[in-house]
């Protein structure tokens, strides 16, 4: 992921390339690519914003990266429609639902996806604090019978 500040230059390069290619009447899949990619860097930017990691949080300013952040969900959102515009235009209303149809399904897929990755990783969480746990509940008792039967005299 790169900073929110990069990606929405990344974005607006990419919506202004759309706009010359779709004007001069040539294909702008590659330029739409790139805009969705960087539009996905500042999702992922403003989600990581709301539960920061606790380096993060202990550095630098959370007003300024938040503020930072703010801009650029604001101005990807213009873009956005811009985008939805060009492709209105380009595609006629027809293709602007399938557009956003497309972009419908591929949001629920990326998003169960998310949520099966985040059960499979608190599952293997657990595991491996029940692992640790039994381990070190067995080497207690060991050490338990062990010091029995050095008082008891048995080693």
Known sequence: MIDPLT???VASAAVSQ???LISAGRDAHAALAKFAGAVSDIS???ERAKNPSIWKSLTG????EAMEIFAAEKKIQQMKR???TLI???YGQTGLEE????LRTVKAQRQKA???RHEIKEAITLWLFGIFITVVGVGILGLFAFLLGLHQGIW
């Open 7 to 9: 990606a929405l230059a």
């Open 99 to 102: 557009y956003k149809n497309t």
């Open 82 to 84: 811009d985008v939805e």
């Open 18 to 20: 759309a706009r010359q």
């Open 88 to 90: 209105g235009y380009t």
């Open 114 to 116: 998310e949520y099966r």
């Open 44 to 46: 992922y930017a403003a």
């Open 61 to 64: 300013s959370a007003e300024a």
